[in-house]
């Protein structure tokens, strides 16, 4: 299966309609780990079709989200939206100088466990887990 074809089962699997602008966004963000925003996805969109609209990239990210997907999240002073692939539950550590995102690697255990003992011992349904650190990344304090 080549990689158009993994992301278009990927798409039916979760009872979305395949159309070019879909598979085109989903393969920029599959395996993606930049958590870009809704503009640079349109960016890079419209490198392969020109005339797509920034309106259709919110609204397939809309239907991603729906099909959990994707993960938005707001994070930074501007609270920009970032969409992530990668909807296991993982921290997420966001400079507060130059608005970089990334996950924290490592602890992210952690919240698994968290998420499961809350489910288990307290009764509640975790629907999604966000955690962000606001920090100063490396680039910035060398900077
Ligand atoms: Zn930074
Ligand atoms: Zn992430």
């Given at each position: 299966?080549?990689?158009?074809?993994?992301?278009?089962?990927?798409?039916?699997?979760?009872?979305?309609?395949?159309?070019?602008?879909?598979?085109?966004?989903?393969?920029?963000?599959?395996?993606?780990?930049?958590?870009?925003?809704?503009?640079?996805?349109?960016?890079?969109?419209?490198?392969?079709?020109?005339?797509?609209?920034?309106?259709?990239?919110?609204?397939?990210?809309?239907?991603?989200?729906?099909?959990?997907?994707?993960?938005?999240?707001a994070?930074?002073?501007?609270q920009?939206f970032?969409?992530?692939?990668?909807?296991?539950?993982?921290?997420?550590?966001?400079?507060?100088?130059?608005?970089?995102?990334?996950?924290?690697?490592?602890?992210?255990?952690?919240?698994?466990?968290?998420?499961?003992?809350?489910?288990?011992?307290?009764?509640?349904?975790?629907?999604?887990?966000?955690?962000?650190?606001?920090?100063?990344?490396?680039?910035?304090?060398?900077?």
């Amino acid at each position: 299966m080549n990689g158009a074809e993994h992301i278009e089962s990927m798409l039916r699997r979760r009872g979305l309609r395949v159309t070019p602008q879909r598979l085109a966004i989903m393969q920029f963000l599959h395996g993606n780990t930049d958590h870009p925003t809704a503009d640079d996805i349109y960016q890079a969109a419209k490198q392969k079709h020109p005339s797509i609209s920034l309106n259709t990239v919110y609204k397939t990210l809309e239907a991603f989200e729906e099909a959990d997907l994707v993960w938005r999240f707001a994070v930074g002073q501007k609270q920009k939206f970032h969409y992530d692939p990668n909807t296991t539950p993982h921290p997420h550590v966001t400079c507060i100088r130059c608005g970089n995102v990334d996950d924290v690697t490592g602890k992210a255990g952690d919240l698994k466990d968290a998420a499961r003992s809350l489910a288990k011992d307290d009764g509640y349904e975790v629907l999604r887990v966000e955690v962000n650190i606001i920090a100063l990344c490396p680039d910035c304090r060398s900077g």
